[in-house]
């Protein structure tokens, strides 16, 4: 008999995907007695990026930064044979703040810095920096201060924190910046958009953080005056290249002042965690998320796990569970996807479905073992 590969993010706001992939091993073998189900929890970059590393043998390493607003958090990264995985949200990310605590003009990136230093100083020698669900668009500002970085004004002052704040930008003194050359820098991400424009992260994401459309004037002025300074103390251009824009543009510092490259956040997760090894032997692979939607099939964990498994020789049916679904069979065909199912499809009421998933979900995997195991 072989076994189950299950691979699922978390469903936002009820399981995290070890809790998803607990529930799903629990309501196989209560199905089928001697399964053997392996369990790899998934992220894409953002939040619980963090914790699919430590399912994957990384250490939690906790530590203090500054939050979205410069307040203390407790934020942690893992570490793993001299690779760090940091999340961004767990030093400035929107989870951090109630709605009413919402500061698109001054949330600062400056914990994500703090928790580069710290991985650099615990020897990582190469670095992935999830991207997701940052409160901030100070276009990685705040990272390139706690890197020693310090941003003056006309008078020399140094500017508050915050993407409103870069307006007032005079010049870049780089003379004390930690010197990251020796290590290699990744970004995780599913987003592509540039710094600046239509496209770029105040016009696009910035009203998801609490931006009125005079915010997203003030932070778009904010960041053209920050590209305009950085790209000609460094030397070359970065606010166009893909994922500039990502994480209201600490994209856009990542790679100018570390020489980060993005890689698809779902596919680096699944490199991390062993996934294709897993697959030798499969019967089935379980993915999933809380919403199947238009955004699973741009790189969400969902798509990534089933292109992840499309190249292994031989077939793997993948399937995918979710709280609620709006793909139509031909969509998830395309993408992959065999079939997928819903806690919705057990229990109509929504409201019942994120109070209590858990024991809906190993209804669920019991019907998938019905379906696909027998």
Same mark, same amino acid.
């Given at each position: 008999?072989?076994?189950?590969?299950?691979a699922?993010?978390?469903?936002k706001?009820t399981?995290?995907?070890?809790?998803v992939?607990g529930?799903?091993?629990?309501?196989?073998?209560?199905t089928v007695?001697?399964l053997?189900?392996?369990?790899?929890?998934v992220?894409d970059?953002?939040?619980?990026?963090?914790?699919?590393?430590?399912?994957?043998?990384?250490?939690?390493?906790?530590?203090?930064v500054?939050?979205?607003l410069?307040?203390?958090v407790?934020?942690?990264?893992g570490?793993?044979?001299?690779?760090?995985?940091?999340?961004?949200?767990?030093?400035?990310?929107?989870g951090?703040?109630?709605g009413q605590?919402?500061?698109p003009?001054?949330?600062t990136t400056r914990?994500?810095?703090?928790?580069?230093?710290?991985?650099a100083?615990?020897?990582?020698?190469?670095?992935a920096?999830?991207?997701? !669900?940052t409160?901030?668009t100070d276009g &990685? @500002?705040? %990272? /390139?201060q706690?890197?020693g =970085?310090?941003l003056q004004?006309?008078? +020399?002052?140094?500017?508050?924190p915050?993407?409103a704040?870069?307006?007032?930008?005079?010049?870049?003194?780089?003379?004390?910046?930690r010197d990251f050359?020796a290590?290699?820098?990744?970004l995780a991400?599913?987003?592509?958009?540039?710094?600046?424009?239509?496209?770029?992260?105040?016009a696009v994401y910035?009203?998801?953080?609490?931006?009125?459309?005079?915010d997203v004037?003030?932070l778009?002025?904010?960041?053209?005056?920050?590209?305009?300074?950085?790209?000609?103390?460094?030397?070359?251009?970065?606010?166009d290249?893909?994922?500039?824009g990502?994480?209201?543009?600490?994209?856009?510092?990542?790679q100018?002042?570390?020489?980060?490259?993005?890689?698809p956040?779902?596919?680096?997760?699944?490199?991390?965690? !062993?996934?294709?090894?897993?697959l030798? &032997? @499969?019967? %089935? /692979?379980?993915t999933g998320? =809380?919403?199947?939607?238009?955004?699973? +099939?741009?790189?969400?964990?969902p798509?990534?796990?089933?292109?992840?498994t499309a190249?292994?020789?031989?077939?793997v049916p993948?399937?995918?569970?979710?709280?609620?679904?709006?793909?139509s069979?031909?969509?998830?065909?395309?993408?992959?996807?065999s079939a997928?199912?819903?806690?919705?499809?057990?229990e109509?009421?929504?409201?019942?479905c994120?109070?209590?998933?858990?024991?809906?979900l190993?209804?669920?995997?019991?019907?998938i073992?019905?379906?696909?195991l027998?």
């Amino acid at each position: 008999m072989g076994h189950v590969v299950i691979a699922p993010d978390k469903f936002k706001g009820t399981l995290s995907a070890s809790e998803v992939a607990g529930h799903l091993a629990a309501g196989l073998h209560a199905t089928v007695a001697g399964l053997e189900a392996v369990a790899i929890p998934v992220a894409d970059g953002g939040d619980g990026t963090v914790d699919a590393a430590v399912a994957a043998g990384f250490r939690r390493v906790e530590l203090g930064v500054r939050g979205p607003l410069g307040k203390p958090v407790t934020a942690a990264f893992g570490l793993l044979d001299g690779m760090a995985v940091i999340e961004s949200a767990q030093a400035c990310g929107l989870g951090l703040l109630r709605g009413q605590e919402l500061s698109p003009l001054t949330a600062t990136t400056r914990g994500v810095g703090e928790l580069v230093v710290a991985a650099a100083r615990m020897g990582a020698k190469q670095v992935a920096i999830g991207l997701g !669900g940052t409160a901030t668009t100070d276009g &990685g @500002a705040g %990272l /390139v201060q706690a890197l020693g =970085g310090r941003l003056q004004d006309a008078d +020399l002052l140094d500017l508050p924190p915050g993407g409103a704040a870069l307006a007032h930008l005079d010049r870049l003194d780089r003379s004390r910046m930690r010197d990251f050359s020796a290590i290699e820098f990744l970004l995780a991400s599913d987003v592509n958009n540039p710094l600046l424009g239509p496209d770029g992260a105040a016009a696009v994401y910035a009203p998801q953080k609490g931006a009125s459309q005079a915010d997203v004037a003030v932070l778009e002025a904010g960041l053209a005056r920050w590209a305009d300074v950085t790209e000609s103390a460094v030397g070359h251009r970065a606010r166009d290249l893909p994922g500039a824009g990502a994480a209201g543009g600490l994209g856009f510092a990542a790679q100018l002042f570390l020489g980060a490259r993005m890689r698809p956040g779902i596919e680096l997760m699944l490199e991390m965690a !062993g996934f294709t090894q897993q697959l030798d &032997g @499969a019967r %089935l /692979v379980i993915t999933g998320e =809380g919403s199947l939607d238009e955004q699973t +099939l741009h790189g969400k964990a969902p798509a990534g796990v089933a292109q992840a498994t499309a190249a292994h020789d031989p077939a793997v049916p993948v399937i995918a569970v979710a709280g609620v679904r709006s793909l139509s069979g031909e969509q998830l065909r395309e993408a992959g996807i065999s079939a997928a199912y819903a806690l919705t499809d057990i229990e109509p009421d929504q409201a019942k479905c994120i109070a209590d998933p858990g024991p809906i979900l190993e209804r669920l995997a019991a019907r998938i073992a019905d379906d696909w195991l027998r």
